[in-house]
């Protein structure tokens, strides 16, 4: 670590990471008492070498991004200082190393956890672009890994921001990601181009190997251009033909023939899951299920997509067979429910209240209670197999503030659709 100490406000600790540019260290922020990690530019790179004003367009591109990239799939930036004597980039920490190591043959993921991690970029991309992003270097080593099918995609200094007047870097990316339009310069990169590389990475974590390989650089970009590769199953048994069909139309040579949005290969990646479901098979649902799903409620039509993740880490989800009784009248409870799928019934003594169906929710008081654990006041019963978000009124708040006020929305405005049916009952037994 030389004889470096600090970095700014920031102590280091020890370093990660060296390139031709600059190092990565770990460092404490002492303000915040959180760990971070620090890029810091060897002022000769971006100063003297032949490569210096693209290391520090580069560099200035990822600066500008501080405090902008706000979604759980993307890796923070939470501050950039440039300067003569030292430019230095302040990000994230995460901990576990990036999806390089899954691209082993020996050690490869199960594939519905590749699919589950695709799911994620793809939704961490799609943000990006309402931005104006194209990422540009999509790979396995810019893709971090924290645990289970946790990602965070980091590195976007070669990203193209189409919001703003910044000179655009001009051959940018690793060339075995590289879509055939880039690497013979008929296209410029667009999501098209991530689409793409996002392809790939799938494959090399199927598969154990890369579409296109060879013994140089350029006989991987002819590859590229000019052959069809197989598919993942070729080289790995166990890969669907829906998961296969995916990857394949990700990485068309025909940018016309991908994905033309992330939405839609989203939408492709959830199906394979609905699939499964059909085959009967029997398992939890998977986070690309549930967040497909929380999509479609309406209680959740207003929630951006960083709030619906939030909420997604704040639920139990369970399925229920007809006639159980999810609350009971009289009882205590310091949880409030979502209905994801079916239908309740709600009942005080003898007689029935309302009918829930997806979307609605209930037992919420225990959340809008600033005292204690409410007496519940109804039984909600199911009556049919149904799907039931749970969240603990404590959680919630302990959410961010964007996210509380949500749900606070929500719960008004179901509180006055109640009251009006409540006097529309009243009016006609008058």
Known sequence: MSTMQSVGKYQLLRELGKGATGKVYLAEDPFNKRKVAIKVAFPEALKHSEDGAFYKSMFLNEAALAGKLNHPHITQIYDAVVEDKYSYIVMEYVEGGTLEKFCKPESLLETRDVAEIAFKCVRALAFAQTLGLTHRDIKPGNILHSDGTEIKIADFGAAINKVSDRTVITN???????????????????????????????????????????????????????????????????????????????????????????????????????????????????????????????????????????????????????????????DQGDSFYVLAGGYVRVTRGKKTLSVLTAGDCFGEMSYLAKTGDPHRSATVTTTSDAIIMKIRAEDLRGASLSCRRLFDERFLNTLVERLEKANEQISVMS
């Open 172 to 330: 940018v990316g690793s060339p075995a990601y590289m879509a055939p339009e880039l690497v013979t310069g008929q296209a410029q990169a667009s999501h098209l181009t991530d689409i793409y590389a996002l392809g790939v990475v799938m494959y090399y974590m199927l598969a154990g190997k890369l579409p296109f390989s060879g013994a140089n650089t350029m006989s991987v970009i002819y590859q590229i251009v000019n052959t069809d590769p197989e598919p993942p199953s070729a080289h790995r048994t166990g890969i669907s033909p829906e998961l296969d069909a995916v990857v394949m139309k990700a990485i068309a040579k025909d940018p016309t023939k991908r994905f033309a949005t992330w939405d839609e290969f989203g939408a492709a990646l959830a199906e394979i899951w609905k699939k499964e479901h059909k085959a009967g098979e029997k398992r939890d649902q998977s986070d690309t299920e549930r967040f497909s799903l929380m999509r479609t409620l309406p209680f959740f039509r207003e929630f951006p997509e960083n709030e619906l993740w939030e909420v997604l880490k704040l639920t139990k989800w369970a399925k229920f067979k007809p006639d159980t009784a999810l609350i009971k009248e009289g």
